[in-house]
């Protein structure tokens, strides 16, 4: 591979650079894309969640603190403890992961920026912008009361009528929607966006941990969009899904919570630990012990963890056999989680530290996440998880490994890293006292709910008698609660005291080996450092200043856009230059957009609820619109990233990395449709005769005619791929549509003739649930087919502008081949 040059670089392309990447001043601010600046937005709104959540779990204490406490009312009380679990794991929890990856890993990785910064920006406000709508729900009394897991029938109609479970339903749909995004983004940049030579087996730990927990976002998250669909549907439509009375399952429900569920436990965990392996070396000045086997653990932690769904449901009426299974996959995974905590450990041993702030948290992490993880191989036991099932040992269980295992290493990690914000480190006295009042805080609060879960105290009670003798524990509990707050409360002050003062270069105080110590700017670094080693900055100490004098790649702005060097996913050579897309209101727009969708339909506002949908649309379409275009009015197809070096502007195929991002999207799109073909599996097995007395299938002509009339346009599409005449290649995108349109009509007017009954089974409604799914991907197609015919009347699609055509051509393949799924799981289960 070339190396850059070392030779220093002009001052031109320095100022050339701030131009370019300068931060919008005033309301233009809302505007910014940039992931230094969306990350800080992001970390600072979800602990702001964190604050709020504690808050709730603050007034759940205090009605516990005695019996026959009166402070807060049976349905207050349910709707402020839904509330705590919802905030805490919706709001916090999976969003503060993502918003540290945001902030840290382009700088981790050597990149300018993310590959899809309109895409972070867009997550992010709809999570700020739905997160604080669905949380004032609480003051208008419209909050959900049927726990964070909302399982039903308690949330079905007969039992919760009112809208407050429909504001979970829909309210926490764009939590799905940001954490999705956000997953795409991730798993693209990682493996397309290092800076040249960070092969994967230089790649930082912590970006192998943001991987794998990427990819779980991608398989777990459509579970429970395709669940909270179902449940919405059974709500506001009648459709029987989880009535038993008419062939529904209440438990299908927690198969399809706990797919997502289980993981998400682990999706919280693992980005903890891969910050934990990247402070821990730095802290002991020796590199981490066992580099590729905590690697390797983290991809198995990843993948053992869905074998565990069930882990949930030993209760729940599951066989034996089932039960046996996930209980022994429940102990296999504390095997790779054993080997992280090992390694951690003899990091330590070998090396020299120092109590500081980052390793007080550290340690206290080790000791309250290993007693949380030695607690979940006790539940993992079947005799005893019957035993303990939906008592306070579970909740003693569920926050030593929640406290554990995020929020006290996200405490090491933001006095690891604040002083990449402006300079400055917190105070080390302080945080001696935060650090005190926390850990016993968390003891005092958590540890004697073991003993009163032993004793019999269960969970979501909202008070209980005094001759029961758990008064003296869960008295306890609320003064440890209490000191944890106050905690936080001191850091909040330490924080905001610190972060108020004037900013300077943060240079590298821990002396660390990794990239994100390099000096930044708005424009992340002078130039895209060349890496040889898994510690760069010790390999080399000299290296930041010779990024900062431009002698490495990518020293200016050379297409006078923002850009970034796309490498290849294993050997990180560089492939071609990706210019990035800058500051735009459509984010912004979108994500308001997709926020006021999901919380007006909650409330019945429909038609501006549709309205809000359309916004969300067309600012989606119009910021892709942006996309795909050489820049310059001469459109440049190459450009000098280094001495010597040129490389493509721009790629179209597998090289593409925006191709790529569309396989994971429909990645999820199948998941959720696996969801549902689960669901219409599942129901169809409990019936005696499939399908049921009083319903038919419509001949099976129909149905394999509607997937010939998609397959014959999924080859007009690919036909159009290879057109460079823009009049034939419109002519393929009418005729394609027309197929497209012809063949969900024929389908959806077979099922109409048949009278598919939805309300009367539950059979019915997971065959209409299907249909519905597929009818929604043929007004996808339907706006897809009309984009493409008006870039292609406008020019935009060329031979070296493709990747938008190439994009949607394979999102028509996918549909096409989903209807031949959808008829095939439909045929085969029903005999």
């Known amino acids: 591979m070339s190396t850059p040059s070392s030779l220093p670089r002009p001052e031109g392309e320095l100022e050339e650079l701030e131009r370019v990447w300068r931060t919008p001043r005033g309301w233009r601010f809302l505007t ?21 959540a504690g808050i709730l779990g603050l007034l759940l204490r205090v009605q516990l603190a005695l019996p026959d406490n009166g402070f807060l009312s049976a349905g207050v009380y349910n709707q402020v403890f839904t509330m705590h679990g919802t905030v805490m794991m919706f709001l916090f929890a999976i969003p503060v992961v993502e918003a540290i990856s945001v902030f840290l890993l382009p700088a981790m990785l ?113 579970a429970i969009i395709a669940g909270t669909t179902l449940l919405e549907l059974e709500r506001a439509y009648d459709w029987p899904f989880f009535i038993a009375a008419r062939g529904g399952d209440p438990v299908l429900w927690q198969h399809l919570f706990w797919f997502f569920g289980h993981p998400e436990v682990y999706i919280i965990f693992l980005p903890a630990a891969g910050m934990v392996s990247m402070m821990i070396p730095t802290l002991a000045g020796t590199p981490l012990v066992g580099y590729r086997p905590v690697v390797m653990a983290l991809g198995a932690v990843g993948v053992v963890s869905f074998a565990l769904w069930a882990h949930h449901m030993f209760t729940a009426g599951l066989s034996l056999w089932s039960s046996t299974l996930v209980s022994a996959a429940s102990m296999i995974v504390a095997i790779p989680t054993a080997l992280q905590v090992f390694a951690w450990i003899a990091t330590i041993w070998r090396g020299q530290v120092r109590l500081n702030a980052p390793m007080l948290f550290v340690l206290g992490f080790l000791f309250i996440f290993v007693l949380g993880g030695l607690t979940g191989v006790m539940v993992a036991v079947l005799p005893f998880d019957w035993q303990a099932h939906d008592s306070y040992f579970i909740v003693a269980h569920l926050h030593y490994v929640l406290i554990g295992g995020l929020v006290f290493p996200m405490f090491a990690a933001l006095y690891y890293w604040l002083p990449l914000v402006n300079g400055h480190r917190l105070s080390e006295a302080l945080a001696r006292w935060i650090f005190g009042l926390m850990f016993i805080g968390m003891n005092l609060a958590f540890f004697p709910m073991h003993i009163s879960g032993l004793l019999g105290m269960p969970r979501r009670v909202y008070t209980y008698g005094p001759d029961m003798g758990w008064d003296g524990l869960n008295l306890a509990s609320s003064i440890g609660a209490l000191v944890l707050a106050l905690g936080v409360l001191l850091f909040v002050f330490d924080a905001a005291r610190t972060l108020w003062r004037p900013k300077r270069e943060h240079g590298n105080p821990w002396r660390a080996g990794t990239l994100e110590w390099i000096p930044a ?8 450092p060349d890496v040889r080693s898994r510690e760069p900055l010790w390999e080399d100490p000299q290296l930041p200043e010779q990024v900062r004098a431009g002698a490495h790649w990518l020293p200016g702005s050379v297409t006078g856009r923002r850009e970034t060097i796309v490498t290849s996913p294993v050997q990180a050579r560089p492939l071609y230059l990706q210019v990035l897309p800058g500051d735009s209101w459509w984010p912004l727009a979108a994500a308001l957009g997709t926020a006021g969708f999901f919380l007006l339909l909650t409330i019945h506002m429909t038609i501006i609820a549709w309205l809000c949908g359309l916004v969300a649309i067309g600012s989606v379409l119009a910021w892709m619109w942006q996309s795909d275009s050489l820049p310059g009015p001469r459109r440049m197809r190459s450009a000098r990233v280094a001495d010597g070096v040129t490389l493509p502007v721009g790629a179209s195929g597998l090289r593409s990395h925006s191709l790529w991002a569309t396989v994971i999207m429909l990645v999820v799109d199948a998941t959720v449709f696996a969801s549902f073909v689960f669901t219409h599996i599942h129901t169809a097995m409990r019936l005696d005769i499939c399908p049921p007395p009083g319903a038919a299938l419509p001949a099976a ?11 014959a346009g999924s080859l007009l599409m690919a036909w159009a791929r290879r057109q460079a005449a823009h009049g ?19 389908d959806t007017g077979s099922w109409i003739a048949a009278r598919l009954d939805t309300v009367g089974t539950a059979w019915g409604a997971s065959v209409a649930v299907m249909l519905a799914y597929q009818g929604l991907h043929a007004v996808l197609l339907a706006i897809l087919a009309a984009y493409l015919w008006l870039r292609s009347w406008s020019g935009r699609l060329t031979e070296l502008n493709r990747a938008t055509l190439d994009n949607c051509t394979l999102i028509w393949h996918y549909t096409t081949l989903q209807a031949f799924c959808l008829a095939a799981a439909i045929r085969i289960t029903a005999g």
């Open 32 to 52: 910014t894309v940039n992931n230094s600046t969306i990350g800080l937005l992001y970390i600072g709104t979800a602990l702001l969640f964190f604050v709020l």
């Open 110 to 222: 050597g990149a300018r920026d993310l590959p899809f910064p309109r895409l972070s920006a867009y997550a992010y406000w709809a999570y700020a912008a739905g997160g604080i709508g669905f949380f004032l729900s609480l003051f208008a009394g419209l909050a959900p009361d049927g726990g964070w897991f909302m399982y039903p029938p308690l949330t079905g109609k007969e039992h919760s009528p009112g809208i407050n479970a429909d504001f979970w339903l829909l309210g926490i749909g764009f939590i799905e929607i940001s954490a999705i995004a956000g997953a795409i983004e991730l798993i693209v940049g990682i493996l397309f966006t290092r800076a040249p030579g960070m092969t994967l087996g230089r790649m930082p730990v912590y970006a192998w941990a943001m991987l794998v927990i990427a990819l779980m976002i991608v398989f777990a998250f459509p």
């Open 701 to 711: 002509v129909w149905s394999w005619s509607a997937c010939g009339l998609l397959l």
């Open 521 to 528: 700017e708005d424009y992340a670094t002078r130039s895209i």
């Open 728 to 746: 034939w290649q419109r002519c393929a995108f009418a005729l394609a549509l027309c197929c497209m349109l012809a063949g969900v009509g024929l």
